[in-house]
Nanobody, 128 residues
Framework: QVQLIESGGGLVLLGGSLRLSCAAS????????MGWFRQAPGKEREFVAA????????YYADSVKSRFTISRDNAKNTGYLEMNRLKPEDTAVYYC?????????????????????WGQGTQVTVSS
C-alpha cells in the first residue's frame, strides 16, 4: 500500500502564499504522475494541477495558472504545490494523489478516477 502524507495547509491572508507538500511512502511503485485537487464545502472535487513524474510536464487549471506551481523531488518521492497570490475562492481542502498509469491522452491526468492513491487532505483557508 502507498501512503501519501500532506502538509503545509493553514490560514493565510488575501494575496499570501502557502506551500503544500505530499510525501509518498510504503510499497514501492512506479509513480507516473501526481495531481493536486481541491474540494470546497458543497462543491465537487476539482482539478488544480498535475505533474508527470518522469520529464516533469505540468498541467494547471485555468483558475490557478500563473499563481500556482507544481513540482516534484524524485529523490525524496515528494511533490509540492507552491500557491501564490491566494484568493478567498482558493479556500478548500487540498488533496494530493498519485497514479502508476500511463495515458497518452493527457487530459486524463486532470480527472480524479485516474489516480490510485490519495492523501488525507489539508485545509487551506484564505481570509480577506
Amino acid at each position: 500500500q502507498v501512503q501519501l502524507i500532506e502538509s503545509g495547509g493553514g490560514l493565510v491572508l488575501l494575496g499570501g502564499s502557502l506551500r503544500l507538500s505530499c510525501a509518498a511512502s510504503g510499497r514501492t511503485f512506479r509513480n507516473e504522475a501526481m495531481g493536486w485537487f481541491r474540494q470546497a464545502p458543497g462543491k465537487e472535487r476539482e482539478f488544480v494541477a498535475a505533474i508527470r513524474w518522469s520529464g516533469g510536464t505540468t498541467y494547471y487549471a485555468d483558475s490557478v495558472k500563473s499563481r500556482f506551481t507544481i513540482s516534484r523531488d524524485n529523490a525524496k518521492n515528494t511533490g509540492y504545490l507552491e500557491m501564490n497570490r491566494l484568493k478567498p475562492e482558493d479556500t478548500a481542502v487540498y488533496y494530493c494523489a498519485t497514479t502508476s498509469r500511463y495515458y497518452s491522452i493527457t487530459w486524463l491526468y486532470t480527472k480524479p478516477p485516474t489516480y490510485e492513491y490519495w492523501g488525507q487532505g489539508t485545509q487551506v483557508t484564505v481570509s480577506s
